[in-house]
């Protein structure tokens, strides 16, 4: 019974997740923004083409006419547009700034282990730990939730253990992150792993094959 609602509260959560998307969605690299400033259509994205979206690069930082670049790491659609703003109040009075996301960049991570579905995954809009489960096909009935490991950058000393029970249960989001390109969630049976059998292998094919295609 008590698998039962954690499965019910996780499909809960995915689906209450988009209607959130829009007021709470953290901006990722690879967003394309449509920017308009009334008034000032010389700094303002064109509708009719798409080539005019700013780009969030890979660093997270967009460039703007007049302030330069501003780095989105962590922020939302309502803060950047409330910091593009207030920075352009230095050279334009009262601007009146609307964006919007044209199209959503994408976070690739790793889900291992006891998912149903495990794999390599493309993140759109909610870049969360339980939205890559959720794309996984949930836990397996054998998943520790109290001690998932979450591996940054490839690196074992960068490895996090989330307590994803107490997010199902309590709502904690410091246990549900923002997930970063490359990361890699691993759920066992019994709180342990091994990151030279269980994970490496996964994780160095990856970046070498993701290193050979942006040499090319």
């Given at each position: 019974?008590?698998k039962?609602?954690?499965a019910?509260?996780?499909?809960?959560?995915?689906?209450?997740?988009?209607?959130?998307?829009?007021?709470?969605?953290?901006?990722?690299?690879?967003?394309?923004?449509?920017?308009?400033?009334?008034?000032?259509?010389?700094y303002?994205?064109?509708?009719?083409?798409?080539?005019?979206?700013?780009?969030?690069?890979?660093?997270?930082?967009?460039?703007?006419?007049?302030?330069?670049?501003?780095?989105?790491?962590?922020?939302?659609?309502?803060?950047?547009?409330?910091?593009?703003?207030?920075?352009?109040?230095?050279?334009?009075?009262?601007?009146?700034?609307?964006?919007?996301?044209?199209?959503?960049?994408t976070?690739?991570?790793?889900?291992?282990?006891?998912?149903?579905?495990?794999g390599?995954?493309?993140?759109?809009?909610?870049?969360?730990?339980?939205?890559?489960?959720g794309?996984?096909?949930g836990?397996t009935k054998d998943?520790?939730k109290?001690?998932?490991?979450?591996?940054?950058g490839?690196?074992?000393?960068?490895?996090?253990?989330l307590?994803?029970?107490?997010?199902?249960?309590?709502g904690?989001?410091?246990?549900?992150?923002?997930?970063?390109?490359?990361?890699?969630?691993?759920?066992?049976?019994?709180?342990?792993?091994?990151f030279?059998?269980?994970?490496?292998?996964?994780?160095?094919?990856?970046y070498?094959?993701d290193?050979?295609?942006?040499?090319?």
């Open positions: 019974m008590k039962l609602m954690l019910t509260l996780l499909a809960l959560t995915l689906a209450l997740s988009g209607t959130a998307a829009a007021e709470e969605y953290i901006m990722s690299p690879g967003d394309k923004l449509m920017i308009t400033i009334t008034g000032y259509e010389e303002s994205s064109d509708p009719t083409k798409s080539d005019s979206a700013y780009l969030v690069r890979p660093d997270g930082r967009v460039s703007f006419p007049l302030v330069g670049t501003i780095d989105t790491t962590g922020k939302t659609v309502i803060q950047f547009t409330e910091e593009l703003k207030d920075r352009l109040g230095a050279y334009l009075v009262n601007p009146d700034v609307s964006v919007n996301i044209a199209q959503w960049g976070t690739r991570v790793f889900v291992l282990g006891e998912v149903n579905k495990p390599l995954y493309e993140l759109t809009k909610s870049h969360r730990v339980i939205d890559a489960i794309m996984a096909n836990f998943a520790a109290k001690k998932v490991f979450l591996v940054r490839g690196k074992e000393s960068n490895t996090t253990k307590n994803v029970n107490n997010f199902l249960t309590k904690d989001m410091t246990q549900n992150v923002v997930l970063k390109e490359g990361d890699c969630l691993y759920l066992t049976s019994n709180g342990r792993f091994n030279n059998t269980d994970l490496l292998p996964f994780i160095s094919a990856w070498m094959f290193r050979i295609k942006n040499d090319k």
